[in-house]
C-alpha cells in the first residue's frame, strides 16, 4: 500500500453503494483504450444495479450511473464501464467530459418496446420526423449541449434489435420517426470508436450541428433489406474524421447532411470540413457515399480517400432537387476501389423528397467543384448517371486517371449526361462530351490537412476490478 499515492486511497461514495475509483489506480485486470482524454474517476454499471441478464431493463441503472458520475466533471471526469454481459436498455443521455467505455464481451440491447424510448421534438432544421410529421423516438444513446464526450470500448457491441421496428416501418404502423443508436446534438469534441453497432432501427450514428468529431474504427452491420439503416451521418457538422470503418447497410453507409428545404435553408449551418478516409462499405441498393439528400444547409470542403465498396449501388451519390437550395462544393476524392457497382458517378438533381409543401420551387442548388481522382472500378453496369437541373448545371466537375471495367451485360449508354459541364483525363471508357473537355493530369486534392487530423488521441486505461 505504501506505493499508491495517499490521495488514491480515498474513496468517492456515490448514493449508499457505488463506488468510483481514480483512473490511475490500475488493477490486474485492466484494459486500454485511444481516448480524446482520459479520465480521473471510473466506475462499473453493476454498482448502480445493472443486471446484464439479457432479460432486466437497465436504463435507469446507466442514468443513474451517468448522472452521478456528472458530478466529477470538473475534477478529471469519469468513465462508466459496461461490464460483460447482455444490458437491455431504453434511451439514456450522456453527458460532458465523460466516457461509456463497452467491454469486447458486453452487449448493449436496445429494447424493443417503444414505452423505454421518450418522444423528443424533430430537428429544427429537418421541421418533422423523417419517417412521419409526428415527434421522434431518441436515439439509444443521447446527449446535447456536451463538450468532451467518448463512446468507445474493446470493440464492444451495441445491438438495436431493430427487426421489430423495421417491421413497423414497412406496415405503416409507426406514428413517430424510429430511432438512432448514437445522436449527438449541439456538442464539441466528441470520440465515437471501437464499437460493433448491429441492427439499428434507423440511422446508426448520427452527430448534429456538431464540431471536432472523430469517427473511428467501427464496424457496423445492418441486412441490406433494412429500410434506413445509414451508417454514418454528419448532419451539419465541422471539423468531423471518419476513419477506418466496415459497414454493411440497408442504406448509404454514409451520408453527409445538413438540413431539409426550407427549414435547412433557414437554419444555415453547413456540413463542412470532413475527411472520411478508408471507408469499406457494402450496400447494394445505395451509395457508399452520399451527400445529401438533405443538404439545404451546404455541404463543402469533403475529403475522401481510399474507399473501398464492394457490392454496392454506386461510389459517391450527390443527392439533390429543386426545393433544396444550399449547395455542394469543393469536394475531392481520390483512391477508390469499387467491385461490382450499379453506377461509379452518380449525380441525382430530381431527388423529389419534400417535408412539407412549404418548400419554394426557386431555391435552387449549386453544386460545382467535383473532382475525382485515381480510380478502379470491375463489375460495373454503368460508369456515370449524371443529371442536373435544366437551368441549374453542375459544373466544375474533374475526372483523371478513372479506369472502369465493365460486367458481362453493361448498359448500352455508359455515359448519362445532362445539364453538367467539367473536364477529364485519363479516363475509361471515354467520357461523355460534356465531361470531354481537356483537364488536369490530377485533379484537384487538398494538400494541407485539417484540423482534426492533427488531434492525437490518448492512450487511457480502464480498470476492470469487478471482472475478474
Known sequence: MARILPILLMLILIGNSSVIESRNSVKAGSDTYQGLNCRKHSAILTEFGGKGDGVTLNTKA????????????NDGGAQLVVPPGKWLTGSFNLVSHFTLYIHKDAVILGSPNESDWPLIDPLPSYGRGRDSNGPRFRSLIFGTNLTDVVVTGGNGTIDGQGA???SKFKAGSLKNTRPYLIEILNSDQIQISNLVL???????????????????????????????????NPDSCSNVRIVDNFIVSGDDCISVKSGW?????????????????????????????ALGS??????????????VAINTQSAIRIKTGIGRGGFVKDIFVKGMNLNTMKYVFWMTGNYGSHPDNGFDPKSIPVIKGVNYRDVVAVNVNQTANLAGIDGDVFSNI??????????QTPNKIQWNCTNIQGVSSDVTPPPCELLS?????????PAKALPIDGVKLQTCNVALPLLL
Not at 450514428?205 to 464540431?211: E, I, Q, R
Not at 449551418?269 to 451509395?287: F, G, M
Not at 438533405?294 to 474507399?307: F, K, N
Not at 473537355?437 to 486534392?445: H, N, Q, V, W
Open 62 to 73: 446507466f442514468q443513474s450511473a451517468i448522472d452521478k458520475l456528472k458530478t466529477l466533471a
Open 164 to 166: 421489430t421496428w423495421w
Open 198 to 232: 448491429v441492427n439499428s432501427p434507423s440511422w446508426n450514428v448520427h452527430p448534429v450541428y456538431c464540431s471536432n468529431v472523430i469517427i473511428e474504427r467501427l464496424t457496423i452491420r445492418a441486412p441490406v433489406t433494412s429500410p434506413n439503416t445509414d451508417g454514418i
Open 261 to 289: 428545404d426550407q427549414y435547412g435553408i433557414k437554419y444555415n449551418k453547413p456540413s463542412e470540413h470532413i475527411v472520411i478516409r478508408r471507408l469499406t462499405c457494402i450496400s447494394p441498393d445505395s451509395a457508399a457515399i
Open 294 to 307: 438533405e443538404m439545404s444547409g451546404g455541404i463543402q470542403d469533403i475529403r475522401v480517400e481510399e474507399t
Open 398 to 407: 474533374c475526372l483523371s486517371n478513372v479506369k472502369v471495367g465493365l460486367s
Open 437 to 445: 473537355g481537356k483537364g488536369p493530369t490530377g485533379c484537384d486534392f
